[in-house]
């Protein structure tokens, strides 16, 4: 099957699951993940796109409005994969879910009258990526990885989060890739806040430089930290510690693992490194695929790992931070988000040298 004859598929499937034999989607990233990587979304941060598709027994359905059409049809080719418009004008409600599925039992990823709302399942059907996704993750994770190598050695002490934020952000667009999260910490803020927004204070010495990027519905996420001057000897002891736990988290995760036994080798590690509650102080990642994390990881999750999957696990320690994201393969994982010629902590475990990311020093 090709990739969206499985998709199809695995739509079916849920559907015959529930009972329902129609199924509306409206969140961008199952609008993503059902077309195989296209946008139906105007405003970046919003869940639900402006577009929606609908499965009925005798058709598929692209809903939406004049504006929209014109450039889901030209631009993301979704007649080509076999959709049907369904469109009407920007100033006329849409009744086409009505029409289309009266008698129908109805299931949707949203809350909607009188239908079942199916949306906790799509996290886990996302993150179940196929080949086709792999591959679309290398490039984007590409991308992000050359994005960041170039804006973290464009800082400089006095910039402004701002500023710093607005080099992350014209690096990732400029390379194709929408940034939807950018977190600029910058000395003592790193240390307060594990999501440091962005603010108006001056960078001294030490900046923390976070990215999700987007692209074709699928989000990578890779964190960087720098420092100029000679590194103290307190952060330099955290980020060996954070690059044993990332360390630990890559190890582990292998096909047929169960996460909850990850986490828990996990928690042993930060308590070998001898920060044995700094696990509690921030999550600690998860699966990737058409949202930063489907869902987050934790000392309870279920889940089991399989091959072809993506996860961003990003330990850390009050002031440091360990991020990149990996994809789970048959033989071994592989580190998407790699910077060739970065600084690395060199970790061994179960007779492996696992590299990780240390702090960029410039003196």
């Given at each position: 099957?090709?990739?969206?004859?499985?998709?199809?598929?695995?739509?079916?499937?849920?559907?015959?699951?529930?009972?329902?034999?129609?199924?509306?989607?409206?969140?961008?990233?199952?609008?993503?993940?059902?077309?195989?990587?296209?946008?139906?979304?105007?405003?970046?941060?919003?869940?639900?796109?402006?577009?929606?598709?609908?499965?009925?027994?005798?058709?598929?359905?692209?809903?939406?409005?004049?504006?929209?059409?014109?450039?889901?049809?030209?631009?993301?080719?979704?007649?080509?994969?076999?959709?049907e418009f369904y469109i009407t004008p920007w100033y006329e409600t849409?009744?086409?879910?009505?029409?289309?599925?009266?008698?129908?039992?109805?299931?949707?990823?949203?809350?909607?009258?009188?239908?079942?709302?199916?949306?906790?399942?799509?996290?886990?059907?996302?993150?179940?990526?196929?080949?086709?996704?792999?591959?679309?993750?290398?490039?984007?994770?590409?991308?992000?990885?050359?994005?960041?190598?170039?804006?973290?050695?464009?800082?400089?002490?006095?910039?402004?989060?701002?500023?710093?934020?607005?080099?992350?952000?014209?690096?990732?667009?400029?390379?194709?890739?929408?940034?939807?999260?950018?977190?600029?910490?910058?000395?003592?803020?790193?240390?307060?806040?594990?999501?440091?927004?962005?603010?108006?204070?001056?960078?001294?010495?030490?900046?923390?430089?976070?990215?999700?990027?987007?692209?074709?519905?699928?989000?990578?996420?890779?964190?960087?930290?720098?420092?100029?001057?000679?590194?103290?000897?307190?952060?330099?002891?955290?980020?060996?510690?954070?690059?044993?736990?990332?360390?630990?988290?890559?190890?582990?995760?292998?096909?047929?693992?169960?996460?909850?036994?990850?986490?828990?080798?996990?928690?042993?590690?930060?308590?070998?490194?001898?920060?044995?509650?700094?696990?509690?102080?921030?999550?600690?990642?998860?699966?990737?695929?058409?949202?930063?994390?489907?869902?987050?990881?934790?000392?309870?999750?279920?889940?089991?790992?399989?091959?072809?999957?993506?996860?961003?696990?990003?330990?850390?320690?009050?002031?440091?931070?360990?991020?990149?994201?990996?994809?789970?393969?048959?033989?071994?994982?592989?580190?998407?988000?790699?910077?060739?010629?970065?600084?690395?902590?060199?970790?061994?475990?179960?007779?492996?040298?696992?590299?990780?990311?240390?702090?960029?020093?410039?003196?």
């Amino acid at each position: 099957m090709t990739e969206f004859e499985l998709k199809i598929r695995k739509i079916q499937d849920l559907m015959e699951r529930h009972k329902t034999n129609a199924l509306l989607l409206q969140q961008a990233s199952n609008f993503a993940w059902a077309t195989c990587g296209a946008s139906s979304y105007v405003n970046m941060a919003a869940t639900n796109g402006a577009s929606s598709l609908l499965l009925t027994p005798s058709n598929h359905y692209v809903i939406t409005d004049n504006i929209e059409a014109a450039r889901l049809r030209q631009e993301e080719h979704l007649e080509d994969q076999g959709w049907e418009f369904y469109i009407t004008p920007w100033y006329e409600t849409n009744q086409a879910v009505d029409r289309l599925t009266r008698s129908l039992n109805l299931g949707t990823d949203h809350p909607h009258p009188g239908a079942a709302d199916l949306s906790a399942e799509f996290p886990r059907l996302r993150a179940a990526l196929t080949l086709e996704e792999g591959e679309r993750f290398r490039k984007l994770t590409k991308l992000c990885a050359e994005a960041m190598d170039q804006a973290i050695r464009s800082v400089h002490p006095g910039m402004t989060e701002y500023q710093i934020a607005g080099i992350m952000s014209n690096e990732t667009q400029s390379r194709g890739v929408q940034p939807i999260v950018n977190l600029i910490g910058a000395d003592e803020r790193i240390f307060r806040f594990r999501h440091p927004l962005p603010t108006s204070k001056q960078l001294d010495r030490y900046a923390m430089l976070v990215l999700c990027g987007r692209k074709w519905g699928l989000v990578c996420s890779i964190t960087r930290l720098i420092y100029f001057g000679h590194l103290p000897d307190e952060l330099h002891l955290k980020a060996e510690a954070v690059a044993h736990v990332d360390a630990q988290f890559i190890i582990s995760t292998r096909p047929g693992r169960k996460l909850q036994d990850i986490f828990r080798e996990v928690a042993q590690t930060y308590n070998e490194q001898n920060f044995a509650d700094e696990w509690q102080l921030h999550h600690q990642g998860g699966p990737a695929g058409y949202e930063p994390r489907e869902f987050l990881v934790t000392p309870s999750s279920e889940d089991i790992v399989s091959v072809g999957q993506a996860f961003a696990w990003n330990p850390s320690i009050t002031g440091v931070k360990s991020e990149d994201t990996i994809l789970v393969g048959m033989d071994k994982n592989e580190v998407l988000t790699c910077i060739p010629g970065w600084p690395t902590v060199k970790v061994q475990l179960s007779g492996q040298e696992i590299e990780r990311p240390a702090i960029l020093e410039i003196n």
